[in-house]
T-cell receptor, first 115, second 111 residues
């Protein structure tokens, strides 16, 4: 069964802390994504990666960075957490096949609260 | 910024009725569109995709695409209470790699 695993379901951090959100997929997918989801704002793309060590900014990259040192792992980093980064963070992956039919495989989400 | 717009709802329909969910997009270069369903507390899951103008049917679901009007819709026939969820419209952007989602429409089907 295909799987995207996010390391933490719930985190509580303090303002200014450095936060790491980890995501691992076991499907050998080339593309991986980080979204955040907030009530009334929907899913917004933070960063994505199409290959190891490659990254691209999404719509809201400010305050975030990412790391992809291995194909299966994509990490989201909050260098200095702020209260406006309190959110649900969703990791997703997909294949880069030409016949891709649109399915993003999502993790269960990491709910981050910044106090 | 390329955008996908949806009416947030809630959209309420009785059991057995047709639910119609609508979406517009701003980027005329977008070619591929997707509907995802998200139950409360769960992650989104793909319902169907559409690339070509016209209708595409899959069971009780029909996706419609009109590229000239930049409009995508999802019809759910014979709506069931189990269809109650948030429906997310998405378009393929970022050089064909990333999905950009709308804010979602909440559907409530009453029995």
């Amino acid at each position: 069964d295909v799987k995207v695993t996010q390391s933490s379901r719930y985190l509580v951090k303090r303002t200014g802390e450095k936060v790491f959100l980890e995501c691992v997929q076991d499907m050998d997918h080339e593309n991986m994504f980080w979204y955040r989801q907030d009530p009334g704002l929907g899913l917004r793309l933070i960063y994505f990666s199409y290959d190891v060590k490659m990254k691209e900014k999404g719509d809201i990259p400010e305050g975030y960075s990412v790391s992809r040192e291995k194909k299966e792992r994509f990490s989201l980093i909050l260098e200095s957490a702020s209260t406006n980064q309190t959110s649900m963070y969703l990791c997703a992956s997909r294949s880069a096949d030409e016949d891709w039919t649109g399915e993003l495989f999502f993790g269960e989400g990491s709910r981050l609260t910044v106090l | 910024q390329k955008e996908v717009e949806q009416n947030s709802g809630p959209l309420s329909v009785p059991e057995g009725a047709i639910a119609s969910l609508n979406c517009t997009y701003s980027d005329r270069g977008s070619q591929s569109f997707f509907w995802y369903r998200q139950y409360s507390g769960k992650s989104p899951e793909l319902i169907m995709f559409i690339y070509s103008n016209g209708d595409k049917e899959d069971g009780r679901f029909t996706a419609q695409l009109n590229k000239a009007s930049q409009y995508v819709s999802l019809l759910i026939r014979d709506s069931q209470p189990s269809d109650s969820a948030t429906y997310l419209c998405a378009a393929l952007h970022q050089a064909g790699t990333a999905l950009i989602f709308g804010k979602g429409t909440t559907l409530s089907v009453s029995s």
